[in-house]
């Protein structure tokens, strides 16, 4: 068996918070607690949503956390010819097509896309930079994975998502032909990440199969909710880490994993805290879990 690897793959759109630590926080629990490696990815593929700046708030988070990784931090806004080449092997297994739905057309298709494109011969103006997007051809078949969290998972892309895009219209690649390329170059063997990512898993594992490419060990943890129900995000307003207190931010984070840290931890360097939460990690915890409360701790 291969050598662990792991990544934690934040989108830069601002500050660590509670949410996206318990992601990092069990990647990298589970890549030490085995011997791996551990590495850190910027998905900053959007540049209407992410920034320079939130991406350095969230290395100096993980710095102050003692959350320290692997090898060099990988931009996704840096490998704009790694994803052509991607999306290159797939257009010469004829698995690629341009279309020219509009969001309007789209909603109409209750979320399925139901092939419209794939039919059409589009040529001329249609073809111009920024009026079309690229889809790739989904089959009908039931894909199947088990997830070490979450059991095992079925879909059939086809009845339940239908050709998807992998370049949009506004040139920039999609997260799910960006993330498996970055995956298979960094050599990912394991991918610990939040749960809402579960539902975009059979279309990566589609890729990997068109592309020869190795399938990861998932394992989808829960996310934690505010009052509403809503996953915390800086969409739903979700506060930035206190990083004047490392130790107790890394304590209550584990708590919210369904670790048993020593109370006496909470005042502990976190480095001392990192040290007990890798040598007593148990991931299967949070077996069958999706959901925590974010008032758990109040």
């Known amino acids: ?44 593929l959007d540049p209407p949503r992410e920034s320079t700046e939130a991406a350095n708030q969230i290395l100096q988070a993980l710095e102050c956390l003692n959350l320290n990784w692997d090898g060099e931090v990988l931009y996704q806004s840096r490998r704009h010819k790694a994803y052509h080449d991607a999306l290159a092997q797939l257009q010469r297994q004829d698995l690629v097509f341009p279309c020219i739905c509009s969001r309007q057309d789209l909603r109409a298709c209750s979320g399925i896309y139901p092939g419209t494109c794939s039919l059409r011969d589009i040529k001329g103006s249609d073809l111009e930079p920024g009026n079309y997007a690229l889809r790739c051809k989904v089959s009908n078949s039931i894909m199947f994975f088990d997830d070490l969290l979450q059991g095992k998972q079925s879909q059939n892309l086809e009845a339940e998502i239908g050709d998807f895009i992998i370049k949009r219209k506004d040139g920039l690649y999609s997260y799910q032909l960006a993330v498996v390329v970055d995956d298979t170059f960094q050599e990912i063997t394991h991918i610990v990440r939040g749960i809402d990512l579960i539902g975009s898993s059979h279309r990566q594992i589609y890729l990997q199969k068109l592309l020869d490419y190795p399938q990861p060990v998932y394992s989808h943890i829960p996310v934690i909710t505010n009052s509403l129900g809503q996953k915390l995000s800086k969409q739903h307003h979700a506060t930035a880490l206190n990083l004047n207190k490392p130790s107790l931010t890394l304590y209550q984070a584990l708590l919210y994993l369904q670790q048993r840290p020593p109370a006496e931890l909470q005042d502990g360097k976190p480095s001392e805290i990192l040290l007990w939460a890798i040598e007593n990690w148990k991931i299967k915890k949070l077996k069958n879990l999706q959901q925590l409360d974010e008032g758990l701790l109040n």
Do not use: C, Q
Request: charged fraction near 20%; aromatic fraction near 12%; glycine fraction near 10%.
């Open 1 to 44: 068996m291969s050598p662990y690897r792991g990544r934690f793959a934040p989108s830069p759109t601002g500050p660590l918070h509670a949410g996206s630590l318990i992601a990092a926080l069990a990647s990298y629990l589970d890549a030490r607690a085995n011997k791996g490696k551990w590495f850190v990815r910027m998905e900053d």
